[in-house]
């Protein structure tokens, strides 16, 4: 009997440990990424905000109150910021030329 106990409970533990581990669909998103892997991986809930030479923002909404913003140079992603204000400004810093 303790033995079947303890086997429910170890069952347990790793069932319960391995749905922690789950994305649930949420697209796993990383610095360094091409803005094709980003934007192929999140078709929908994603806005394109700006897009000046070199670089592009995205914006997707997290909640009702919340947004996330993404930041590519040179089609790399470079910035991810979550806010409640819908459009932060300014959105695409552009480096003054030399």
């Known amino acids: 009997m303790k ?4 086997i429910i409970i170890l069952l ?8 922690l581990k789950k994305n649930y669909g949420i ?7 091409s803005e094709q892997d980003f934007t192929l991986s999140h078709k929908n809930n994603l806005t394109m905000m700006e897009a000046v030479k070199g670089q592009t ?14 930041y590519f ?3 790399k992603l470079v910035r991810m910021l979550r806010t409640d204000i819908t459009n932060p400004n300014p959105v695409v810093v552009v480096a ?3």
């Open 3 to 6: 033995r079947l106990f303890f």
């Open 12 to 19: 347990s533990v790793i069932t319960g440990c391995d749905a």
């Open 27 to 33: 697209p796993y998103y990383q610095l360094g990424m």
């Open 57 to 70: 923002v995205y914006r997707r909404v997290t909640s009702t109150t919340s947004y996330t913003y993404y």
């Open 73 to 75: 140079e040179n089609s």
């Open 96 to 98: 003054p030329t030399k």
